[in-house]
Each structure stands twice: as structure tokens, then as C-alpha cells.
């Protein structure tokens, strides 16, 4: 494991281009799972996660029949939320879709400029499966790609900033002043997008 990968600390794009693509997808998987579930009880059953999944490998995730996903459905081993798995196989398909374009998922992550974030969300979003909400910003966080969370905390922050009008979930609009307030803030302090980000919750009384 490379340094900060895992830990939520920022890799450079040199180090975000030397992970395996299939501990993206990994990461990915990990998140989705996580996602409305006790984490402490997927990090316990990982280690059979990995090989149920033949360790994420993309190409084989990406081939997994209907029967597979069913078999899978079943695994004792693993938690067995049908809907979840089945993005083990949408995902594997979309690293492999990138990979077409980019050689490696790793380099399109890699090179995603750090000033379009937003837009690094939007596209796992439209094109990953349950990649929406905060789950894209995790994952990112996760795998070590520096990226802002918009945590509870983080919207009140920027709705007090007069950033955003209110600290519900951002549309489209808010989203790119959002976006446009990291990139002032980052300039100004040389400050990473998670550093700031952590800044901004611990600013509020919870």
C-alpha cells in the first residue's frame, strides 16, 4: 500500500498512477458497501470480500454472468445485498470502459485536475453505479485523490461563509461556487482540498 492510500491522505499523481486498477475498484466496492452500513462490520468481513471477488480484478469482475451475482447473493462470507453486488460487476465494466480511452483508470484519476473536482464527481456519478451523494467523495478521499467532502459540518461552513444560501444538498449552481470557493481558498493557502475541507467542519459546534 502506498503511503496515505486508505488513510485519506493526498497521494500525487504520481502515486495515484502506480495503484493497481483493481484496488480502485476495490475502493469503490468498499464505499458502496459502507454507504448506509456499520463500516466496523465491513472492514471485518474485507479480507472475504477480496476473495469472493477474485481480488477485484477488473476484467473478471467486469465478466461476472447473472448466475455469478446470484451465487454471490448467497455468499455467507460477504454481505449479501444483491443490489450492492451487482455494482462490483457495473463498476468493473466501467474502469474497463475507461481503460479503452485512458490505458489505466489509474491515470484518468491520476490526471483529473484537483480545480474540477465537481467534475471528477459528476462523472463517476453518470457513469459508475451508486456512486452518487457523498460516496464518489469518499472513495476518492479513500484511494488518496485529494478532494473536499460536503459533510454536514462543511455545508454549514460554506452557508456561513455566504458561499452557499443554505446547507441542504447542493444543485448545480452551488456546487460551482463551491468548487470556485476551494480554488480560491487552495491558491491563497497552498492548502490541500482535504486539508481545507477538515478546516471548515472543525470550524463549526457541532
Known amino acids: 500500500m502506498l503511503t496515505?492510500?486508505?488513510?485519506?491522505?493526498?497521494?500525487?499523481?504520481?502515486?495515484?498512477?502506480?495503484?493497481?486498477?483493481?484496488?480502485?475498484?476495490?475502493?469503490?466496492?468498499?464505499?458502496?458497501?459502507?454507504?448506509?452500513?456499520?463500516?466496523?462490520?465491513?472492514?471485518?468481513?474485507?479480507?472475504?470480500?477480496?476473495r469472493?471477488?477474485?481480488?477485484?480484478?477488473?476484467?473478471?469482475?467486469?465478466?461476472?454472468?447473472?448466475?455469478?451475482?446470484?451465487?454471490?447473493?448467497?455468499?455467507?462470507?460477504?454481505?449479501?445485498?444483491?443490489i450492492k453486488i451487482r455494482t462490483v460487476r457495473d463498476n468493473g465494466q466501467f474502469i474497463q470502459g475507461i481503460r479503452k480511452d485512458h490505458q489505466r483508470f489509474a491515470y484518468w484519476i491520476a490526471d483529473w485536475p484537483a480545480s474540477d473536482i465537481i467534475g471528477l464527481w459528476t462523472a463517476l456519478k453518470r457513469d459508475g453505479s451508486r456512486l452518487g451523494g457523498n460516496t464518489s467523495g469518499y472513495f476518492l478521499r479513500f484511494i488518496g485523490k485529494d478532494t473536499f467532502l460536503l459533510s454536514r459540518d462543511v455545508m454549514s461552513a460554506l452557508q456561513r461563509e455566504g458561499?452557499?444560501?443554505?446547507?441542504?444538498?447542493?444543485?448545480?449552481?452551488?456546487?460551482?461556487?463551491?468548487?470556485?470557493?476551494?480554488?480560491?481558498?487552495?491558491?491563497?493557502?497552498?492548502?490541500?482540498?482535504?486539508?481545507?475541507?477538515?478546516?471548515?467542519?472543525?470550524?463549526v459546534d457541532s
Open 163 to 203: 458561499i452557499v444560501e443554505h446547507a441542504r444538498s447542493p444543485g448545480k449552481k452551488a456546487l460551482g461556487q463551491i468548487q470556485s470557493a476551494f480554488n480560491t481558498w487552495q491558491s491563497e493557502s497552498g492548502r490541500s482540498l482535504a486539508e481545507i475541507s477538515r478546516t471548515l467542519a472543525y470550524s
Open 52 to 82: 469472493a471477488f477474485s481480488y477485484f480484478d477488473t476484467m473478471s469482475c467486469a465478466m461476472l454472468s447473472d448466475e455469478d451475482l446470484e451465487v454471490l447473493a448467497q455468499d455467507a462470507r460477504i454481505v449479501r445485498n444483491a
Open 4 to 50: 496515505g492510500q486508505g488513510t485519506g491522505i493526498a497521494l500525487s499523481p504520481a502515486e495515484l498512477r502506480a495503484i493497481p486498477d483493481d484496488r480502485y475498484l476495490a475502493e469503490m466496492t468498499k464505499c458502496i458497501f459502507r454507504s448506509g452500513f456499520v463500516w466496523k462490520i465491513i472492514e471485518n468481513k474485507w479480507p472475504d470480500f477480496e
